[in-house]
């Protein structure tokens, strides 16, 4: 093919590239200076009247679509003047964070309430996508005192509160009671990951399972469930600022996971999800969300035991890290709609409404004054839930503010526990991208 | 000699007789110019705003350090790209790419012609077999992608399951990353190998059959007349197989995405500039920067294939 490209054509395609590059121009951010978090100053709701209609964006945490559509209904009962639209943004946290982050780009079709998880609320509030809370707070009179604390300030960023929580987890250690029974083990969950070692070959013996425990699904949340290893054994992915992944005792925690499958041959890695091959009798042990917790209790067909998670060598307790999601209101809506979803986020995270949520799905409720008698009575694997938060520890800084820190981990333990790659070289790659993740994307956001 | 005088060339002619510019824009061109534009106007509007402008829009943004989300972003030029370029990222994104698009052309464009061989023989229950064949290509790339991710589980996947009856266990497809690579190429090729068997078939119908017949009379076996007489005069069918395949397979998303959401082993161009803005990172001047690298990837393949083996294609 010949191509006949004369001075003529040349100067019409250069005009028109020019004319679009000119018009291109004229869209997308500003360039022109920063624009500080939107939501950073409090708002003044004094004299504004709620808007009639909102959108809610959820992923339906823990399939809680039907729970939430009824906590909708008693919402239009009693504010008939406010109607909330219920909108599957997603099918998980991450699908939600893309579809809102669009929307923030396209600076149209923003919702008035929006599920966000453990790691994306702090990149709104960086990017000002978020408005603080405070002054809706006060002025709603919302009960935060009334709030499980360390809840709450999961949210709480320069004195401010960022969102409040909602469809808050813990991991729990899920075990198959039928299995332990044939194996002669106690009825509970192990209390280190030493006893366990001791327990796996007689289980994975006696149970016929393809594995005695599988790890989660390196392609869900493997940084998150991954921490109680790391803080059993003295290690974390950060501390604070500072990436601490390739230290001595991170690096023998993982050393110690890689040998439970290769070398001692009583663990597997999840392909999908963790709790699904509980449920279906792959393995007889594995850690996954409070979230699945009802999920598994009705699809299992043996009895489950749920239990605390174990601790290492270094730490026995305090080895549990908080997780879930929690409702935020977004700055580039209309103060008509932020003080309606404001009154929405009220009543949905009010104590019966906490409590019904819970009974439905296994997540914990979020108000300490939520009765939980009836939901107990039904379920009482969800106390254990409710109890292990008295020992949960405030999440590493590298797994939940660092934007794709999450994904570089999973891309690690995946290095480590499905190609028995070199721990120690496997965790000072992952620390050199986590410094570089914090210096590029973090740290000069810190800043102002 | 008279009739050279008289009938004088037409050009000439028409050149004393020609009318003004003003005669020339006659009332019937104008209005033949106005039903152009109105005919023509709206498809040249939604190309602008649909193909061009979000392709200068991406090349704009290539050149900002922009967070999605973000109101605001800092212009830095040429600098994501060298951040790719200098990143131990390229070498891995570039490689998936490469082995994944090299291996599902040359896959679904060899398999798709020993199908196109074999449904091109007179034998019973071809038309069957050819809409079998054809039928995954119009399937949703999405369940394609989700029932293939049962099949390959490792846990009570069918394959796992038929691996444990002759007491093998199963590879780790999913989280494996150069498993996943293979899990998605294998998909991806059984997906679109009947899309180049229908193209080849409809080739090798068209041969024609007096030439073939004649190298037969000559004594040239079938696999003589395949490889001398079938194949080249194929060419043409290679040729936009090959630029057809390769464009798709550069742009492949739905399988990757559905099946390795992390991309994991699998991040080819075209996913790594997805996971960078839409995924984890929200990077979206680096993301649009990836993604005019795979543009000008594309540009110059189809300029080289249109270049140079477009020159060994037969037509006829």
């Given at each position: 093919?010949?191509?006949?490209?004369?001075?003529?054509?040349?100067?019409?395609?250069?005009?028109?590239?020019?004319?679009?590059?000119?018009?291109?121009?004229?869209?997308?951010?500003?360039?022109?200076?920063?624009?500080?978090?939107?939501?950073?100053?409090?708002?003044?709701?004094?004299?504004?009247?709620?808007?009639?209609?909102?959108?809610?964006?959820?992923?339906?945490?823990?399939?809680?679509?039907?729970?939430?559509?009824?906590?909708?209904?008693?919402?239009?009962?009693?504010?008939?003047?406010?109607?909330?639209?219920?909108?599957?943004?997603?099918?998980?946290?991450?699908?939600?964070?893309?579809?809102?982050?669009?929307?923030?780009?396209?600076?149209?079709?923003?919702?008035?309430?929006?599920?966000?998880?453990?790691?994306?609320?702090?990149?709104?509030?960086?990017?000002?996508?978020?408005?603080?809370?405070?002054?809706?707070?006060?002025?709603?009179?919302?009960?935060?005192?009334?709030?499980?604390?360390?809840?709450?300030?999961?949210?709480?960023?320069?004195?401010?509160?960022?969102?409040?929580?909602?469809?808050?987890?813990?991991?729990?250690?899920?075990?198959?009671?039928?299995?332990?029974?044939?194996?002669?083990?106690?009825?509970?969950?192990?209390?280190?990951?030493?006893?366990?070692?001791?327990?796996?070959?007689?289980?994975?013996?006696?149970?016929?399972?393809?594995?005695?425990?599988?790890?989660?699904?390196?392609a869900g949340y493997a940084g998150w469930t991954l921490q109680n290893i790391l803080w059993g054994w003295g290690g974390s992915w950060s501390n604070e600022w500072t990436m601490n992944c390739d230290s001595a005792e991170s690096v023998a925690a993982l050393q110690w996971a890689q040998d439970s499958i290769y070398k001692d041959k009583w663990a597997g890695v999840s392909s999908k999800e963790a709790a699904d091959d509980f449920a279906a009798g792959i393995t007889s042990t594995t850690i996954s969300s409070t979230g699945s917790l009802l999920g598994v209790l009705k699809s299992a067909k043996f009895n489950v035991g749920v239990g605390y998670l174990p601790g290492g060598p270094k730490a026995e307790s305090g080895v549990c890290p908080t997780g879930g999601a929690g409702l935020g209101i977004p700055s580039g809506v209309s103060k008509e709609v932020q003080l309606a979803a404001a009154t929405f986020l009220k009543f949905m995270t009010e104590p019966e409404n906490t409590a019904a949520f819970s009974a439905a799905t296994g997540y914990m409720p979020t108000r300490t004054s939520a009765d939980m008698g009836a939901v107990l009575a039904k379920t009482p694997q969800i106390k254990t839930a409710m109890d292990q938060l008295a020992v949960t520890r405030v999440q590493d800084n590298a797994r939940v503010f660092l934007p794709g820190a999450d994904q570089e981990m999973a891309k690690a333990a995946a290095a480590i526990l499905t190609q028995q790659g070199d721990v120690k070289a496997t965790m000072a790659g992952l620390k050199t991208t986590l410094e570089g993740i914090y210096t590029k994307d973090v740290k000069p956001k810190l800043k102002s | 000699m008279t009739r050279q005088l008289t009938d004088r060339p037409r050009a000439v002619v028409e050149a004393k007789s020609a009318p003004t510019p003003r005669a020339r824009w006659s009332a019937r061109t104008r209005r033949d110019f106005f039903v152009f534009l109105a005919l023509a106007l709206p498809n040249l509007l939604l190309i602008a705003v649909f193909t061009y402008l979000p392709l200068f829009n991406n090349i704009y943004y290539s050149t900002l350090d922009w967070t999605l989300g973000s109101a605001s972003a800092t212009v830095v030029g040429f600098e994501n790209y060298v951040t790719f370029f200098t990143s131990p990222d390229a070498a891995e994104v570039l490689g998936t790419t490469a082995v994944f698009t090299l291996v599902t052309v040359g896959g679904s464009m060899i398999l798709g012609l020993l199908v196109a061989l074999a449904l091109n023989s007179r034998i019973r229950g071809t038309t069957f077999a050819r809409s079998a064949v054809f039928a995954p290509y119009v399937l949703s790339g999405v369940g394609v992608g989700l029932v293939w991710l049962f099949i390959f589980d490792p846990g009570y996947g069918v394959l796992a399951w038929l691996l444990r009856g002759i007491g093998q266990q199963s590879p780790q497809w999913i989280n494996d990353p150069q498993l996943s690579l293979v899990m998605v190429i294998i998909v991806y090729v059984w997906k679109n190998l009947g899309y180049c068997a229908v193209v080849y078939l409809a080739g090798l119908q068209s041969l024609p059959q007096d030439v073939m017949e004649a190298a037969s009379l000559d004594g040239a076996n079938g696999f003589r007349r395949f490889l001398s007489m079938s194949l080249p005069l194929l060419s043409p069918t290679t040729f936009f197989l090959l630029i057809t395949t390769m464009l798709s397979s550069l742009q492949a998303f739905d399988l990757i995405r559905i099946m390795t959401p992390l991309g994991n082993g699998t991040s080819t161009l075209i996913y790594e500039a997805y996971l960078q803005a839409f995924g984890a990172f929200n990077r979206a001047g680096y993301s649009a920067a990836i993604s005019v690298i795979l543009f000008a990837i594309l540009l110059i393949i189809t300029l080289l294939q249109l270049r140079f083996v477009e020159r060994k294609v037969h037509y006829s």
């Open positions: 093919m010949a191509l006949n490209l004369d001075r003529r054509h040349f100067l019409g395609l250069a005009g028109a590239g020019a004319g679009a590059a000119a018009l291109s121009a004229c869209g997308g951010p500003s360039t022109t200076g920063t624009t500080a978090g939107a939501g950073a100053a409090d708002i003044d709701f004094s004299g504004v009247k709620p808007a009639a209609s909102i959108d809610f964006w959820t992923n339906h945490p823990g399939k809680s679509q039907d729970v939430e559509k009824a906590i909708i209904e008693k919402f239009h009962a009693k504010y008939p003047e406010i109607k909330v639209n219920l909108i599957t943004a997603g099918a998980n946290y991450e699908e939600i964070a893309q579809k809102f982050q669009t929307s923030q780009a396209a600076k149209s079709a923003l919702p008035g309430l929006v599920v966000l998880s453990d790691v994306w609320w702090f990149r709104y509030f960086t990017n000002g996508n978020i408005i603080s809370l405070d002054s809706l707070i006060k002025q709603l009179d919302i009960k935060v005192d009334d709030f499980q604390k360390s809840l709450v300030a999961d949210y709480k960023y320069a004195d401010k509160q960022w969102a409040l929580p909602y469809g808050r987890s813990t991991p729990l250690f899920y075990y198959n009671k039928d299995h332990f029974k044939a194996a002669g083990l106690p009825d509970r969950a192990p209390k280190t990951w030493q006893e366990f070692g001791e327990w796996a070959p007689k289980l994975k013996a006696s149970s016929g399972t393809q594995y005695a425990y599988i790890y989660p699904a390196l | -």
